[in-house]
């Protein structure tokens, strides 16, 4: 089957409808590019399974140096993902919000069950 019509037939009223309530999506976009580099995504899952962890504490799940998880952190935190606060001398990350939190998981839940279907896929 070819994915694309057979024939060229624009439905203007759908398009009006459409046009009339799209919204901008620089942002999300943004936010799909901060999560879309693994470590990123790996730091914030972490994060849903333990709520807040320090910076030394994520290098050692994500298997990095200090630097390098406070970097991809302050990536986060600066893109509205993560937030910060420092206990003595030791910094804590969370996530930022219920948002992010269902976010990560449902994306992971999902690509599980994409794993799981493409499994069940005949050859």
């Known amino acids: 089957m070819k994915e694309i019509c057979e024939i060229t037939k624009v439905h203007p009223e759908v398009v009006d409808h459409v046009q009339a309530r799209m919204a901008d999506m620089t942002e999300v976009a943004n936010l799909f590019k901060a999560l879309a ?3 990123r995504l790996n730091i914030a899952y972490a994060l849903t399974i333990e709520e807040e962890m320090c910076v030394c504490d994520i290098a050692a799940v994500i298997g990095s140096s200090t630097a390098t998880a406070s970097h991809h952190l302050r990536y ?9 606060v420092r206990k003595g001398k030791q910094v804590y990350y969370s996530l930022s919000d219920a948002h992010v939190y269902q ?9 599980k069950e994409g794993a799981e279907d493409a499994k069940n896929i005949p050859s």
């Open 37 to 39: 580099d693994e470590t």
């Open 76 to 84: 986060l935190r600066d893109r509205g993902l993560a937030k910060s």
């Open 103 to 111: 976010l990560v998981t449902i994306a992971h839940e999902h690509a």
